[in-house]
């Protein structure tokens, strides 16, 4: 791995004191370096954007913008966070390390400046970042950069005994933090065959030697090993006996692991560098060999929900930048032992070899789950993605390799087939479901010519008159021998094979028709919700098809209202903007269902075209809970100042009336009010619930 | 001697010749520092003084000026204490241990 001369390296100094600027200056340009002063914050923010510099070192303390708030700065405009940012600092002041290292600083180094451990400490950021430049490539990469820049600060006093450190260097150590720590405490987790390095290089030291640099392996809790290496300074008194040894200690772990990984190219993925399919199979069958004392593990096989969609939209470009970036978030969320590995073009595996129990597996997927929520930056905006993940545990489910791999990708198929964005254990009826809904699937085909596809309509009232106001249309499949089947079991079917286009149109146009003749009975401002899916909304004749339903009628198209989910709304915003502006320039108004279920982001809720929020019934059953009344709240209040109607769905209680009543609601939908219904019955109930003033 | 060599020493074996460069910046700065210092006291300007005094701090620290750096500390420590009161006594030290670095370097650079 080439590491970049120091000729082309630009640093650049932020630093008001001119002596040490200029110190500092000639000091890194002796051994090479294009040095750029800044003699406050704000002028070195403007030498960033200008220059471009490969490291920055930034005094803590300085008038106009101080080196905390330079630094934060410095972040948010570099989107990679690769860039090592070197904190000057007053000696000993752990907190103002750790306040450095909090903002963003990946090291620190404090006056007097030892000169010789400066430019050390420059050649080891500027290392670690270059590697992990060239080894991954994505800024959720380089998010590890820091981590791996991030040194622990250590003294000992040789004469009392005692270890001064950063809280990241009792980290490193696994030992707990502790003002008054001896050397022997603090080495303690130290692998004791390596313990003779470190006498050895005392000894060194007390016969006079000023330099230390060593590496060693700390067992950690887990009981992996660390490999540490540290850099120090010895200092000596008047005798020539050591006073104290001051330094640094580095997790280089991962430095050992690149250098293993190259042996393995062949069983690499080019793309994403995690181990590919052959690799995986060779670990599991390992790890199922040497489990000997039959503890749990786990495979977890996932895809990414409507990739070949991402590709389309994005470009494939993009699409393998997302994959690559997805790698490396996966790197970082696994645990040290877990295997991580590229099975497919957008399908990942996961080993987890040893889990302590079930607990501790269900937390595991929850940070799994959330961790790769997060959306992505592409071309500079957020993507957001949703996975299906199956999970097969073993020796509970099997224990052979094939048959573990097998049964995790059935639960995958599974949590596809559920409509995606789930986590999804085997089950060993999962089979049967399978063989089930190959026949349901034959029959979904044939339900829309037998005329089995029904249009249920739920009242809506106005939450200050609790008078009928409209009705949201819901699909229904009467199915000839399984009886009436819900939505949330045959439309991700319908989805899964494109029928859900045919579905959606049927209906569009049966809830306009059917709306209309509501009006013409005298119902006349009779509003009416029409769900779009993920598939219709990628549909290119999306526009065509509502227009067309419309224009069979004479129904104004301000009564429509259509709704999307969340998560749909935010899987391709820039488009779905696109495409919803262009509804709302027709006059549709335009939802956005489940709200608070998805990853809500306040920032493109502002910028989608929207009418009007559904608060998920979910937050609406919570109400009971302080948690749920305060989400409920926040939910309130944001549609208040965002300018949004609001529709509370699920209500079902008097309570949960009352709790929106006199709030920023305006719509009530639920079983209190109706539950959904035909259209006869619909029809009934409107003359009952309210019948209109003839 | 008011600077300690050690530190100034291992600057002068990176630097070399150069290294005469940054103690003429010390020794055009910290006068400078000495004027603004007097006269964000003289107004009680806290700030001020706490910003200049960690300046005097940090750029005597790193030529070795070991006890103006520490100086400069203790009236950073009362300027952040908004004990005024003990200005001008540690501004008194502050011009007399600056006058002994001074002279010190002068001579240190005659060596060259």
């Not at chain 1, 450190?165 to 696994?174: M, T, V």
């Not at chain 1, 104290?244 to 692991?257: F, M, P, V």
């Not at chain 1, 079991?489 to 569009?508: D, W």
């Amino acid at each position: 791995m080439s590491i970049s001369e120091p000729e082309n390296i630009k640093i650049l100094i932020i630093e008001d004191d001119p002596v040490t600027s200029l110190a500092v200056t000639k000091v890194l340009e002796k051994t090479g370096h294009i040095v750029i002063q800044a003699n406050n914050g704000r002028e070195g923010l403007n030498a960033y954007t200008e220059h471009k510099p490969n490291l920055v070192i930034v005094d803590a303390m300085m008038p106009v913008m101080n080196g905390y708030d330079t630094i934060k700065a410095i972040r948010n405009l570099e989107h990679r966070h690769s860039l090592p940012l070197i904190m000057l600092t007053a000696l000993d002041d752990i907190d103002s390390i750790n306040k450095a290292f909090e903002f963003g600083a990946t090291d620190f180094v404090t006056k007097p400046i030892n000169w010789s451990l400066l430019t050390q400490r420059i050649k080891y950021a500027l290392r670690s970042s270059q590697i992990e430049k060239q080894f991954r490539k994505t800024q959720s990469q380089l998010i590890y950069a820091q981590r791996l820049a991030k040194l622990g600060y250590w003294e000992w006093d040789a004469k009392l005994d005692k270890i001064t450190a950063s809280q990241s260097a009792f980290e490193l150590f696994n030992v707990p933090i502790n003002s008054n720590s001896t050397l022997d405490n603090f080495l303690s987790r130290v692998l004791p065959k390596d313990m003779p390095l470190i006498q050895q290089i005392i000894t060194d030291a007390r016969s006079g030697q000023p330099h230390i640099q060593i590496s060693f392996r700390v067992i950690q809790q887990d009981g992996h090993l660390r490999h540490i290496e540290c850099l120090g300074e010895v200092s000596f008194d008047d005798d020539d006996a050591i006073s104290k040894i001051t330094g640094s200690a580095q997790d280089i772990s991962r430095l050992h692991k690149t250098e293993t990984l190259i042996h393995y190219q062949s069983k690499h993925d080019t793309l994403t560098e995690l181990p590919n399919r052959a690799s995986f199979n060779e670990m599991l069958t390992k790890a199922l060999a040497e489990n000997t004392n039959k503890h749990l593990g786990a495979v977890l096989i996932f895809d990414i929900d409507r990739f070949k969609q991402i590709n389309k939209n994005l470009g494939q470009d993009k699409g393998d930048d997302v994959l690559i970036s997805l790698a490396q978030r996966l790197n970082r969320i696994t645990r040290e032992g877990d295997f991580v590995a590229r099975i497919g073009s957008d399908e990942f595996a996961i080993l987890l070899p040893h889990i302590e129990n079930s607990n501790e597996l269900n937390l595991i997927i929850n940070r799994f789950s959330n961790d790769l929520n997060a959306p992505f930056v592409v071309n500079n905006k957020d993507l957001f993605v949703s996975y299906s993940c199956g999970i097969s545990v073993f020796p509970n489910d099997a224990t052979d390799t094939e048959t573990v791999i097998e049964h995790a990708n059935s639960a995958r198929v599974s949590a596809k087939a559920s409509g995606g964005n789930q986590f999804t254990f085997y089950r060993p009826d999962m089979n049967d479901d399978a063989l089930d809904m190959l026949s349901l699937e034959n029959d979904l085909r044939k339900a829309l010519i037998n005329k089995e596809i029904e249009v249920f309509y739920q009242p809506q009232v106005d939450a200050k008159t609790l008078k009928p106001i409209g009705c949201e249309a819901l699909v229904r499949w009467r199915h000839p021998t399984r009886g009436l089947i819900v939505p949330n079991v045959f439309v991700p079917l319908a989805e899964s094979t494109g029928m859900i286009i045919e579905i959606g149109r049927f209906i569009a146009e049966t809830a306009i028709k059917q709306t209309e003749k509501w009006h013409s009975m005298g119902y006349d401002q009779i509003r009416i919700g029409i769900n779009l899916s993920s598939r219709q909304f990628s549909q290119s004749s999306l526009i065509d098809d509502i227009q067309s339903s419309l224009q069979k009628t004479n129904l104004p198209s301000h009564f429509i209202d259509l709704e999307i989910t969340e998560s749909l709304a935010m899987s391709d915003a820039e488009n779905n903007i696109e495409i919803l502006s262009r509804l709302k320039g027709l006059g549709f108004k335009i939802s956005i269902d489940d709200f608070g279920t998805g990853y809500s982001s306040l920032a493109y809720l502002h910028s989608f075209p929207i009418d009007t929020i559904k608060i998920d019934r979910s937050f609406v059953l919570n109400l009971d809970t302080l948690q749920g009344e305060a989400i409920a709240k926040t939910i309130l209040a944001m549609a208040e100042s965002l300018n949004l109607e609001v529709i509370a769905e699920g209500i079902e209680l008097d309570e949960q009336q009352d709790f929106f009543f006199g709030k920023h609601c305006d719509i009530f939908q639920g079983y209190k009010f109706g539950k959904p219904m035909p259209h006869k019955e619909f029809t009934q109930w409107l003359e009952q619930y309210n019948p209109p003033v003839k | 001697m008011h600077i300690d060599l050690n530190n100034l020493n291992m600057l002068k074996d990176i630097l070399g010749n150069e290294f005469v460069d940054i103690l003429n910046v010390f020794l055009e700065t910290t006068p400078d520092y000495i004027v603004q210092l007097q006269e964000a006291a003289s107004v009680k300007d806290i700030d001020k003084v706490k910003l200049i005094s960690h300046s005097i701090k940090g750029s005597s620290a790193n030529i070795g000026a070991n006890q103006l750096s520490i100086l400069g500390a203790e009236l950073e420590q009362t300027a952040k204490n908004n004990d005024t009161e003990a200005f001008e006594d540690l501004i008194t030290k502050i011009v007399d241990e600056a006058n002994s670095v001074e002279a010190d370097l002068q001579t240190y650079i005659q060596t060259f």
